[in-house]
């Protein structure tokens, strides 16, 4: 069992920058955040693959949004630099799911645990 807790999101203008943090218990080598806009599917933005230290991004947020862990508080963050307003959405930290050094798919049924979600809009 893995439990998550975001926090972090909030109100933010194009261009800006906003970090997350996802709190986690249990362990899960693979971990991930999810965004999800209204009217839209759940997205992939960014996957962790813990055993190797490697991380994925989408193409959407390559060289603008940075994952990183802190061991000792096993707090997942994802810094989002140069914001647009399409990056706008809830956004979701995720674990159990399909990553390895290959990569990650970021299918939602396929990750198993998930946070209760964090809001972030930005506004132009």
């Known amino acids: 069992l893995v439990q998550l807790v975001e926090s972090g999101g909030g109100s933010v203008q194009a261009g800006g920058s906003l970090r997350l943090s996802c709190v986690v218990s249990?362990?899960?080598?693979?971990l991930a955040w999810f965004r999800q806009a209204p009217g839209n599917e759940r997205e992939g933005v960014a996957a962790?693959?813990?055993?190797?230290?490697?991380?994925f991004y989408a193409a959407s947020v390559e060289g603008r949004f940075t994952m990183s862990r802190d061991s000792a508080t096993n707090t997942l963050y994802l810094e989002m630099n140069k914001v647009k307003r399409e990056d706008s959405g809830m956004y979701f930290c995720?674990?159990?799911?399909?990553?390895?050094?290959?990569?990650?798919?970021?299918?939602?049924?396929?990750?198993?645990?998930w946070g209760q979600g964090t809001q972030v809009t930005v506004s132009s």
């Open positions: 995720a674990a159990d799911g399909p990553c390895g050094s290959w990569g990650a798919t970021w299918i939602e049924e396929d990750w198993h645990f």
């Open positions: 962790f693959y813990v055993a190797a230290g490697e991380m």
């Open positions: 249990g362990y899960s080598d693979c």
